[in-house]
């Protein structure tokens, strides 16, 4: 089965496999695996195909019933630490991981061993472990069960190239209260060999059926569940950055994160499409472009500039629903105009909402956005720019040094490209709104590095001004958007002879004109206040 690339990114797997993340904080003995996403379709399609593989051998099909176990205030789950208790017929093991999961890959920490009983108890290096992560670990019955997960497991092991990989299809549950949800997961587990061959036998399956990166092991949808109840739009959680860390890992968190934010709120787009979701899922691309773009020097190669023109693509075509939302909200002022406009223009608006929010969930669906996440990820794992010499010295900076360097440039574009605001074209001033959101996200990005104490004051009172010129240059963007999307209702509605749509799309887009002198003057206040502001980082 040869993996079809009929997009910018063809050319297959990385050549060249450069070494798996590194930065965890204990690595006594790790796992890689690759998680995907798939409908129960989806699985029946893949399990069906393995099963007629020659290269691939089925072992039989097993039941597996585990508790998660936590403090009552989840400690464990604040440090990124799962533990659990697997029951297998009457086999019981006892399971403890550390490690982040981003781009569907978790490498991490796992310690395992026969349990004897269904509560936890920690052997000598479990503690030894639980005390490097936690600064006051918990004992052994400070733990209660918080969910419980039920798996029903076919695995395969696969030859590949060189390789031996463990395929896993889970048909899974997960119980955390009142709260339950099914899902079906594919796992590829790496146990000998090139990690590159993990994405070989992904993408191979990719031909089979729809598969999508996973962001969440079941311990983190379980927690979910147990937090939420029901899904919701998922914003971004904070900074991802810690102080030590190299630009390497400093870069492999942020795009861990921001794909992890988007690809949370794609699950919920294809399920239930909301306003928040295809918001969020906009935003988790920006910030993800804008990672790019703020960390060129560590990663540059051949590849990620296509990888950033595939992330415009896919946050373009979401781009017309989530306009649409903006302007149906603001809509609502045109109900004083006349009861007929009020009633017409709504039936225009969300018709065409109703169409671009189709076309945004036919790229989600589409093959080349399936691709963009897998590619996106074995990049990120093991692309040439992971062992590039010419960067190297930019890759292993400690991130506090080079977060210095890129605050001051963006400070000096964001304030070069927003002088004389009054008087700017609209395009410049869009180009200014761009500038705001590069330093915006820049600031988020490396906050953690100034949180606490003075420094953490002059970084709230910076971001509180930077946020608010960034929301009044938004407004701007937002007026001229709604003018354009009005002026070509009124039009359409004019051919179809539709007197009321008409006015009132017309009597939207002069309202939008009139506010442009009043937002100007607010972000040339608020420009102002920024540029008195003490830069964080100084």
């Known amino acids: 089965m040869a993996a079809k690339h009929d997009h910018a990114l063809a050319g297959g797997p990385e050549e060249s496999p450069a070494p798996a993340p590194a930065g965890n904080p204990v690595a ?83 310690i395992e061993r026969r349990a004897t009983g269904d509560a936890p108890t920690f052997t000598d290096e479990e503690s030894e472990a639980l005390g490097r992560l936690i600064n006051a670990p918990p004992s052994a019955d400070q733990l209660a069960a918080v969910f419980a997960t039920t798996v029903k497991r076919t695995v395969f092991d696969i030859a590949h190239g060189e390789s031996t990989i463990e395929i ?43 598969l999508r990166v996973s962001v969440q092991a079941k311990s983190s949808r379980g927690y979910a569940l147990l937090e939420n ?4 739009a998922f914003k971004a959680q904070g900074s991802p950055i810690r102080r030590g860390m190299t630009v390497e890992q400093a870069f492999l968190a942020v795009a861990a994160d921001c794909v992890t ?3 949370r709120n794609e699950d919920l787009l294809l399920t239930q499409p909301t306003r928040s979701a295809i918001h969020q899922a906009r935003v988790a691309l920006r910030r993800l ?19 950033v023109s595939e992330l415009k693509w896919l946050a373009g075509a979401l781009g017309a629903a989530r306009d649409l939302d903006v302007l149906i909200e603001k809509q609502a002022t045109v109900a004083e105009t ?26 989600l669906q589409s093959r080349r956005a399936l691709d963009l996440m897998l590619d996106l990820t074995e990049w990120a794992a093991v692309g040439r720019w992971r062992a590039d010499p010419q960067t190297a010295a930019a890759r292993e900076t400690k991130i506090e040094r080079f977060a210095v360097e890129v605050l001051d440039r963006r400070l000096r574009r964001l304030l070069k490209r ?41 970084y709230e009172r910076f971001m509180k001004r930077l946020v608010g010129l960034q929301d009044q240059l938004g407004e701007l963007n937002d007026i001229a958007t709604a003018q354009t999307l009005t002026y070509g209702i009124a039009q359409d509605a004019g051919a179809a002879r539709d007197g ?30 920024l540029n008195k502001a003490k830069p964080f980082w100084t």
């Open 28 to 110: 006594d003995s790790r796992e890689l695996e690759l998680k995907l996403d798939l409908s129960a379709a989806a699985l029946k399609a893949v399990g069906e195909r393995l099963a007629g593989q020659e290269n691939a051998s089925r072992r039989r099909a097993v039941s597996l019933v585990s508790g998660y176990f936590d403090t009552e205030q989840q400690d464990l789950h604040k440090a990124g630490v799962t533990l659990r208790i697997r029951r297998q017929g009457r086999k019981r093991t006892q399971t403890l991981k550390h490690g982040e999961g981003g781009f569907g890959l978790f490498d991490r920490l796992e």
């Open 168 to 210: 896993a299809l889970d048909t899974a549950s997960i119980e955390a209260g009142e709260h339950r949800v099914e899902f079906c997961e594919l796992e590829l587990e790496l146990r000998a060999g090139a990690a590159a061959e993990l994405f070989g036998v992904a993408r191979e399956l990719l031909d089979v059926a729809p």
């Open 229 to 232: 109840g029901e899904p919701r």
């Open 261 to 263: 934010q988007f690809r």
């Open 289 to 307: 472009r804008s990672g790019f773009a703020i960390f060129r020097p560590a990663i540059a190669d051949y590849r990620a500039p296509v990888l």
């Open 338 to 363: 006349s009861d007929e406009a009020a009633s017409a223009l709504p039936e225009r608006l969300l018709a065409s909402r109703a169409k671009a929010y189709g076309d945004a969930l036919d790229a």
């Open 418 to 458: 927003s002088r004389g605001l009054v008087k700017l074209a609209p395009e410049k001033r869009h180009e200014a709104r761009l500038e705001a959101k590069k330093l915006r996200y820049a600031g988020e990005f490396f906050g953690a590095l100034y949180d606490g104490g003075r420094s953490g004051k002059r």
């Open 500 to 529: 009321p749509s008409a006015f009132a799309a017309g009597m939207l887009a002069g309202r939008a004109e009139s506010r442009t002198a009043e937002v100007v003057e607010k972000a040339r206040i608020r420009r102002a206040k």
